[in-house]
């Protein structure tokens, strides 16, 4: 099954192609196994490479024609897509339980089959065991360390991923029993972790909101309401000697730039201001604003520091 990942209508024919094949019966996953067995053996004594040579070798090694040879690779492989095609429920089955967690669904699924892959090559069916028992734990780690990695600004190790994710669980199920979440010490305990790393775990839980994020039905962004906390910003720049240097530059600015530098470093008010309230008071973009900036400060580099 030949599927394009893109966007949202990909997982509704994604989901009308699944149900096209049907789920595998007990009998179907032990002789689909033992084919996917025998392939992933052939692949490890030719050490991963399958071309022509190689098979040859490895059938004059096992006593057996190319023809046999190559049957069973032929086998396994369509046992192999049988499999996957089988299990695709389980997948996305299995991703839901992670939606909203900052990963489209539909990256979840795929990551899922990977993880599934990994199940298919590992699966023994002479234990005795059902394959959808043995993959779900495979397809779980694969789309858990997707979201521990894709779903924060920070990446988190993966067993700190799953602590904050398990505390984060614990918020949700209190938020929807009307109830509050329990005191430190016995959530630290059901955590499995200190107290002092609890608290830990909560400050990691929090989200991150970058100073670029706009808002919604606006253009502003947190960073253009952060003014400078510096009293003197010039001291920064340079030392007391370069500042005659900077003032000539700044005078030999266009009357824009001008003002535009000396309201954003605050140098005829008691404070800087943003980059949205300079360009107010020049009735100029703030994106103008920070060109006009960005040019000054490039002058004052070439000319002075």
Same mark, same amino acid.
């Given at each position: 099954?030949?599927?394009?990942?893109?966007? !949202?209508?990909?997982?509704?024919?994604?989901?009308?192609?699944?149900?096209?094949?049907?789920?595998?019966?007990?009998?179907?996953?032990?002789?689909?196994?033992?084919?996917?067995?025998?392939?992933?053996?052939?692949?490890?004594?030719?050490?991963? #490479?399958?071309?022509?040579?190689?098979?040859? #070798?490895?059938?004059?090694?096992?006593?057996?024609?190319?023809?046999?040879?190559?049957?069973?690779?032929?086998?396994? !492989?369509?046992?192999?897509?049988?499999?996957?095609?089988?299990?695709?429920?389980?997948?996305?089955?299995?991703?839901?339980?992670?939606?909203?967690?900052?990963?489209?669904?539909?990256?979840?699924?795929?990551?899922?089959?990977?993880?599934?892959?990994?199940?298919?090559?590992?699966?023994?069916?002479?234990?005795?065991? !059902?394959?959808?028992?043995?993959?779900?734990?495979?397809?779980?780690? $694969?789309? $858990? #360390?997707?979201?521990?990695?894709?779903?924060?600004?920070?990446?988190?190790?993966?067993?700190?991923?799953?602590?904050?994710?398990?505390?984060?669980?614990?918020?949700?199920?209190?938020?929807?029993?009307?109830?509050?979440? +329990?005191?430190?010490?016995?959530?630290?305990?059901?955590?499995?972790?200190?107290?002092?790393?609890?608290?830990?775990?909560?400050?990691?839980?929090?989200?991150?909101?970058?100073?670029?994020?706009?808002?919604?039905?606006?253009?502003?962004? +947190?960073?253009?309401?952060?003014?400078?906390?510096?009293?003197?910003?010039? $001291?920064?720049?340079?030392?007391?000697?370069?500042?005659?240097?900077?003032?000539?530059?700044?005078?030999?600015?266009?009357?824009?730039? #001008?003002?535009?530098?000396?309201?954003?470093?605050?140098?005829?008010?008691?404070?800087?201001?943003?980059?949205?309230?300079?360009?107010?008071?020049?009735?100029?973009?703030?994106?103008?604003?920070?060109?006009?900036?960005?040019?000054?400060? !490039?002058?004052?580099?070439?000319?002075?520091?």
């Amino acid at each position: 099954m030949d599927i394009i990942w893109g966007n !949202r209508d990909d997982l509704k024919t994604f989901l009308k192609e699944i149900g096209k094949y049907p789920l595998l019966k007990p009998v179907e996953e032990i002789e689909l196994g033992r084919r996917v067995k025998r392939l992933t053996a052939i692949k490890d004594a030719c050490e991963g #490479r399958l071309d022509k040579l190689d098979l040859q #070798r490895y059938a004059e090694t096992h006593d057996l024609s190319m023809s046999e040879v190559e049957q069973a690779v032929r086998s396994g !492989r369509a046992a192999k897509s049988r499999m996957i095609t089988g299990n695709l429920r389980l997948v996305i089955s299995i991703a839901k339980k992670f939606q909203h967690r900052g990963v489209e669904l539909l990256d979840l699924v795929q990551e899922g089959v990977l993880g599934l892959e990994k199940a298919i090559d590992r699966f023994d069916p002479d234990k005795g065991f !059902r394959f959808s028992t043995f993959s779900y734990w495979w397809i779980r780690q $694969a789309i $858990a #360390r997707l979201t521990a990695s894709n779903s924060r600004a920070m990446k988190l190790p993966i067993h700190i991923a799953g602590k904050v994710s398990k505390l984060e669980r614990l918020s949700v199920e209190a938020k929807a029993n009307d109830a509050v979440l +329990p005191p430190f010490p016995q959530l630290a305990k059901e955590l499995e972790v200190s107290v002092a790393r609890l608290h830990d775990l909560i400050e990691c839980s929090k989200p991150c909101v970058s100073l670029d994020a706009k808002g919604c039905g606006s253009d502003s962004t +947190p960073g253009d309401y952060l003014e400078s906390t510096n009293a003197d910003p010039l $001291a920064l720049l340079c030392n007391q000697e370069d500042q005659d240097a900077i003032a000539d530059v700044v005078d030999s600015l266009p009357p824009q730039d #001008r003002a535009v530098f000396i309201l954003r470093w605050g140098l005829a008010e008691e404070k800087p201001l943003s980059a949205a309230k300079t360009g107010e008071l020049l009735n100029i973009s703030k994106d103008e604003v920070r060109v006009r900036e960005a040019t000054t400060m !490039r002058l004052i580099r070439e000319r002075v520091l």
